[in-house]
Structures are given as C-alpha cells and as structure tokens.
C-alpha cells in the first residue's frame, strides 16, 4: 500500500471528529496567529463549533489573505455538460442510472451550438462535465470534444468520471489545464450506502484519482466533498489532509477546492444540507487561512445574495449562467438538470455584482501558445 491510501489509514472518522469537536478556544486563537501557514491542527480547530464567536476574525484574515496573494479579480468559468448518461447509482443525483430520465449525449453539431451561445457570454474558460458512462462517453469522445471547442477556449477544465494515469495524460496533451474530482464524502465506511451500484462504488479507486493525475502532470487538480452527505466538519478536515499529502507530493501542481452543498434534483427527496450560510463562511475562511495559494471557487448552487457576499472573503473563482443539463444553453428541449441552480442571474449580470463589490472579473487570464 502506497500513496494517500496509506495516509488516510493512519486515521479514523472516530478520531477526527473526537479532534475537532474538543478544540478550546485557545485552540483557535493559536491557529488565527498562524494565518496562511496553518498545520492540519491549526485548520480541526478553524472547522470547531468553537471557532464560530471568532468568525468575523477570521473573515477578515481571509480577505487580508485573499487580497494579498490574488488581489481584486475574481476568475469567471461556465459548466458545459456533455452528457448526462451515467453507470451509477447515486443517491443525491438526477443523472443516477435509476432516476427515470430522457437521457443524451451531446453530437459535434450540438456541441458546437454550446460554444456559440457560451462564447456569446464573454467566456475564455470552459468547464466539461459529464456522467460516468465509461463506454458511451470516454477517453475517444473526451477528446473529440475538446479538439472541437479548443480554438474558442483558451482554459478547458473537465468534471468527469475517473480515468486512468494514461487516459490523463492523452487529455494533457490535447490541452486540458485542470480536473475535478470529489471524494463526495471521506466516511468509507458509508460511502457505499451513496454509491451502491457502479464503478463510482469503489472508494478506493477514486480515492487515488488526484494521485493519478498528479503523475500526469495535469496542471491543476480541483478537490472537494459534498457537502450534506456526513459532517462537513469532519469530511472537510479529510480533504485538507489530501490536500496536503498532494501538495507535498506533487509540489509544481496547483490545486483548488470547491464547496458544492447538496440541492434538489427531480425525481429524489429533498436533501437536509446539514451546513449553514454561516457555517458555509466558516469553512471557507479556514481553508484560505490553511494554504494562502488554495484556489477556492462557488457554484450557481449557492444563492446570489450568498455569492456576493462572500466573494471578499476567499472565493477566486465563479460560475455563472449555468445549465446543469446537456444542450441547456443552446436547445429549448432541455434534459433533465443534474440538480436545481440557485443564482440564475446572466453572466453579465453576475460580474456586475463583482464590479460592484469593489472586484474585476476576468473572463480569460491566460492562453497556452504553440511555439
């Protein structure tokens, strides 16, 4: 046994949420000293029931932090979904093999139809996203893709199934900067209860997916759990202790870390979050005061009024506009959306809400050339 699996053994879920649930408010104080530079301690602490009475405290070392090291620019990107086919069965999903839904994959002629109505928008960065159905949409279609919108993107990122070390190294070379990839939750022992069926079942083989694409060399590797699943707190702590096993290990790489919380999706019970907007903040600002280079992005999961307010306190990157439905941005025909969007606001008028905090947005911020 090698690799983070073998660092993950080292602890159990008993003893992490034991740490982090007897942290003092001395506790805290030691981490809030440490800012940016803060130990897996230091950020059980920052995650404790706790740290709450210190959250504008914390909230305000994040900004210092944020404004320091990215200063006044918020990235903005769009999902673009590609299929909404799917091997799995996923208790929180609207893509899940069981959930009853008109499904579709999208052709070149539909893909490209997509990237006008994206482009439209002002879009330099693109995010693919899709169901894991290993057969219908793979390595081959993967790669059709991106050589399709390539010319009208310069950052293409991709949310989708695991793939092997090879497979993501083929998609370097065609040019994709960074890839998604969510635990869901770090509880392996009921992990299986959210992922009964399907090759998303196995927890190991997922565990070791940034470890895969940290030996092919992808330029970014983007973390997180679902938020609602186990206790944040305590899912959240094992995702920073991946974090830092990866960043050690595969130091030339940039990392980021997102925060989707579960929302509804058609055809599935309504979710208990089981985290607050409050609590949501206080995450948020602890992992910006455990690594000051985190990239820390917020989807259109989150309200507007709760997206605006936190983009001074540690959010780098945005999405906006987005259809979580395959085809959503160019057909009147939609597929069945893998979960319900809260900020429905154009993109336009999301980065006028940025402007308005004081904040530029930056629609593309870097190109790769051919030399």
Known sequence: MDGFEHIFNKYTWEEIVDKIYSKTAFDVEKALINKGKNTLDDFAALLSPTAAPFLEEMAAQSHEITQKRFGNTVQMYIPMYLSNECQ?????????????????????????????????????????????????????????????????????????????????????????YSVLVYQETYRKDNYKDY??????????????????????EIHKIGLGVLLGLEDWRVDSWFCALHLDYLRRKYWKTKYSISFPRLRPAMGLPAPDSHITDKELVQLICAYRLFDENIELSLSTRESAKFRDNVISLGITSISAGSKT?????????????????????????????????????????????SL
């Open 195 to 216: 992922h009964p069926k399907g090759k998303k079942s196995n927890f190991l083989y997922r565990l070791a997916t940034p470890e895969r694409l940290g030996r092919a």
């Open 325 to 369: 439905d395959p085809g959503g941005y160019a057909s009147n025909e939609h597929a069945l959306e893998q979960f319900e969007i809260d900020d429905t606001r154009s993109p336009a008028e999301v980065a006028n809400a940025i402007r308005n905090k004081g904040y530029e947005p930056v629609w593309k911020d870097w190109e790769m050339l």
């Open 88 to 176: 799995n069965i996923c208790t929180y999903c609207g893509f899940s093999l069981d959930n009853k839904i008109r499904r579709t994959t999208l052709s070149d002629k539909q893909i490209l139809e997509e990237v006008k109505v994206i482009k439209s928008y002002g879009y330099g960065h693109i995010l693919l996203v899709s169901g894991e159905a290993h057969k219908t949409v793979g390595t081959d279609y993967f790669v059709n893709a991106i050589r399709l919108i390539k010319p009208y993107f310069s950052n293409i990122s991709m949310e989708v199934q695991p793939l092997g070390q090879a497979e993501y190294e083929t998609l370097a070379k065609e040019g994709v």
